[in-house]
Structure formats: C-alpha cells, structure tokens
C-alpha cells in the first residue's frame, strides 16, 4: 500500500484531476455549454471540490494559462541555450510550438474560446492580457539575453519582436485549427527563420551605417 497523501499532495492532485477535465471538456463543449457540474463529475469530484479550488471557469482557465505560458518559456530557454545563431534558433523555436500544438490540440480551441469571451467581458480580459504581456515579457527578456551573447544589438527592440512573434504564433495556431490541411507543420518555423534573419539583416545595415 502506498503512503498516504499529505493534505497538501491531494489538493494538488484535485486540482491536476480538475484541471484535467475542464480542459477537455470546455475544448469539447464551449465555455457556456460546459457546467461545473459536468466538469467536476467527469474529474470524480463534486461541485463543492471545483469551488474549493476555484472561484469560475474564468480562473480555472487562467490557471491553465499560467501554467501553459511557463512551460512555452521554458521551451524557448531550452532552444536558447544550445548553439546557433538567432534565425537557427528560431526556427526551431517555431517547430518546437507546432510540435506543443499538435500534442495537445484542446488547447488552441480553449485558448480561442476564452478569447472571445475576454473581449465581451472587461474584468476577465484584463486578467486574460496581463498574462499575455507577462508572457511577452518574459519572450523579450529571453532575446535581450540572447543577442548579449552574441554581441548584438537588434534594430528592432525586444519587446516589438517578442509581441510580432507573439501574434505570427497565434495566426498559425489559427490557421491549423481551422485549415490544417493548408498549414504545413514547417511553414512557422520558416516564418521565424526569415523574420529573424531579416532583422540580422537589418542590425548589420545600421551597423555598417555608423561605422
């Protein structure tokens, strides 16, 4: 028999179960059509549980955000850190997010879902951007470190590259959803190829300018 779960070890664990759940169910059935009720149910729990957790479907899902924006950061750390210049990186970067997206197709359907309820709904939508900006942030932080490295200062500031890489993985994730058969696994991480080695090509030309 195993050892007995701390308080602490079974909350985590309701709330994983919960988590688990909701976001299976909300991708399949839509914010409004998904009950607490239901999600609880199908996690083994009551209602009770889910509000002990949580307070709405809203904060459910910006759990599930935190937790997914952490792991795409810690993926583009993993990317950074090998060698290669920024466009190589970059391109395995995009692959690396066609690979996430793939593996978890739920999440761009849940993703989009919450969305459209942000932009109806004021409160949650400056939750929902907050951690966009976070995230970006968090992107801009990873190039700044990165083009240090290199000895190299961008002629495009971080924090544009990070919200134009931000918006070029939203469009592909987009595009998949709705037109996979038109998205070829490859075309983002050859978007980001280009667009970084554009800006290379563009920090040279400034450099050159002033020299």
Not at 19 to 27: D, E, N, Q, W
Not at 59 to 66: H, I, S
Not at 174 to 183: E, G, S, Y
Request: hydrophobic share 45%.
């Amino acid at each position: 028999m195993g050892a007995r779960l701390t308080r602490k070890e079974q909350q985590a664990r309701t709330r994983s179960t919960l988590l688990s759940s909701a976001a299976r169910i909300l991708a399949c059935k839509g914010l409004h059509r998904a009950s607490i009720d239901e999600i609880a149910a199908d996690a083994g729990y009551t209602k009770g549980a889910f509000y002990a957790n949580f307070k709405s479907k809203e904060e459910l899902f910006l759990v599930m955000l935190d937790e997914h924006f952490a792991e795409r950061l810690a993926a583009l750390e993993q990317v950074t850190a090998g060698g290669g210049d920024m466009a190589t990186q970059a391109r395995q970067a995009g692959d690396d997010f066609v690979a996430a997206l793939r593996g978890d197709e739920e999440w761009c359907r849940l993703f989009l879902e919450f969305a459209s309820h942000a932009a109806r709904h004021e409160e949650f939508r400056a939750e929902f951007v907050a951690r966009n900006h976070t995230l970006r942030d968090g992107i801009a932080a990873i190039f700044e470190r990165r083009a240090a490295e290199l000895g190299v200062e961008p002629a495009v500031p971080a924090r544009d590259i990070a919200q134009m890489t931000f918006a070029m993985a939203h469009g592909v994730a987009i595009d998949r959803l709705l037109d996979p058969d038109h998205t070829p696994d490859e075309m983002f991480g050859e978007m980001l190829q280009l667009f970084f080695t554009g800006i290379a090509a563009r920090t040279q030309t400034l450099a050159d300018a002033r020299t």
